[in-house]
């Protein structure tokens, strides 16, 4: 025989409300901890400026022969235009962070097996750059002498420091020989494959690519990266999500995420009549 309907009121709605509510603030705090994390362990690097120019001078040479070295060219445009120096620095030090934060809730909100794949492929992306940054400390142009460091000329216009893009007074809590691979670039794409794999409009989705190809030009022009450290970080988020999503389809705890992140949690069987 069938199960009678249960009767429950509007607490249901509470019940979901409240889950969602306690599991979104979970997933903040997730995200929080895998940033201070990220940050201070970028510390643990190396401090020595001699193979970390010795890296970045072999990642020149090695753009000079493919004849994909436009750093100095960039660079000079930056510093020429006033204007675009200043709103390429306002970008490099802002969307890297909130444009992600932006998506990640937009996202939570939209599709819970969308979040948890995407949530994933970047916390896997962001854990082997920074193995990359303890193992292969590479400069960036700015550092490396010929390029100009635009967001210090900058800075006084700005809520960053002469130090990378870190605030004003805490230059010293970053890690200026972490060039390869740039997360700036790779965070960036995340956001148009996530675009993509959502199925959005081809105009959003074309906007979510024109991003991540802004932030590759800014991320060069403004002296801060080598245009191999986008690459590497375009090819780590690639890499990424596909590793995840291998996993994903022979892993069994899958579902149970996607259920605890589900915008209702399961409802008793039987099914519900509201009183």
Same mark, same amino acid.
């Given at each position: 025989? #069938?199960?009678?309907?249960?009767?429950?009121?509007?607490?249901?709605?509470? $019940?979901?409300?409240?889950?969602?509510?306690?599991?979104?603030?979970?997933?903040?705090?997730?995200?929080?901890?895998?940033?201070?994390?990220?940050?201070?362990?970028?510390?643990?690097?190396?401090? !020595?400026?001699? #193979?970390?120019?010795?890296?970045?001078?072999? =990642?020149?040479?090695?753009?000079? /022969?493919?004849?994909? !070295?436009?750093?100095?060219?960039?660079?000079?445009?930056?510093?020429?235009? !006033?204007? =675009?120096? %200043?709103?390429?620095?306002?970008?490099?030090?802002? +969307?890297?962070?909130?444009?992600?934060?932006?998506? =990640?809730? &937009?996202?939570?909100?939209?599709?819970?097996?969308?979040?948890?794949?995407?949530?994933?492929?970047?916390?896997?992306?962001? $854990?082997?750059?920074?193995?990359?940054?303890? +193992?292969?400390? +590479?400069?960036?142009?700015?550092?490396?002498?010929?390029?100009?460091?635009?967001?210090?000329?900058?800075?006084?216009?700005? &809520?960053?420091?002469?130090?990378?893009?870190?605030?004003?007074? %805490?230059?010293?809590?970053?890690?200026?020989?972490?060039?390869?691979?740039?997360?700036?670039?790779?965070?960036?794409?995340?956001?148009?494959?996530?675009?993509?794999?959502?199925?959005? #409009?081809?105009?959003?989705?074309?906007?979510?690519?024109?991003?991540?190809?802004?932030? +590759?030009?800014?991320?060069?022009?403004?002296?801060?990266? &080598?245009?191999? !450290?986008?690459?590497?970080? &375009?090819?780590?988020?690639?890499?990424?999500?596909?590793?995840?999503?291998?996993?994903?389809?022979?892993?069994?705890? /899958?579902?149970?995420?996607?259920?605890?992140?589900? #915008?209702?949690?399961?409802?008793?069987?039987?099914?519900?009549?509201?009183?």
């Amino acid at each position: 025989m #069938p199960q009678p309907p249960v009767q429950v009121g509007s607490g249901w709605s509470s $019940l979901a409300l409240s889950s969602r509510l306690r599991r979104g603030a979970i997933e903040l705090f997730f995200l929080a901890a895998l940033y201070l994390g990220y940050s201070a362990s970028r510390l643990l690097a190396s401090e !020595d400026f001699a #193979p970390a120019r010795g890296h970045a001078l072999d =990642l020149r040479a090695f753009e000079a /022969v493919w004849r994909i !070295d436009p750093e100095r060219w960039l660079n000079s445009q930056f510093v020429q235009h !006033d204007w =675009l120096g %200043l709103i390429g620095s306002y970008w490099y030090a802002t +969307t890297h962070y909130a444009v992600t934060i932006v998506v =990640l809730i &937009w996202l939570y909100r939209r599709s819970a097996s969308q979040y948890v794949t995407a949530r994933r492929a970047l916390v896997l992306a962001t $854990l082997v750059g920074l193995l990359f940054y303890l +193992t292969f400390p +590479t400069a960036p142009p700015r550092l490396v002498g010929g390029y100009v460091d635009v967001l210090s000329l900058h800075a006084p216009s700005g &809520w960053w420091g002469a130090d990378a893009s870190a605030p004003k007074g %805490l230059g010293g809590l970053t890690n200026e020989l972490a060039a390869f691979p740039s997360m700036h670039a790779g965070w960036a794409l995340w956001v148009a494959l996530v675009f993509v794999r959502a199925g959005l #409009p081809r105009l959003v989705q074309g906007l979510g690519l024109l991003y991540a190809a802004i932030m +590759t030009i800014d991320i060069v022009g403004t002296g801060n990266h &080598w245009l191999v !450290d986008a690459f590497a970080g &375009w090819a780590i988020v690639l890499a990424a999500f596909g590793a995840v999503s291998i996993w994903e389809r022979r892993s069994p705890v /899958v579902a149970h995420e996607e259920i605890m992140l589900a #915008p209702y949690p399961i409802r008793p069987a039987g099914g519900i009549h509201e009183a």
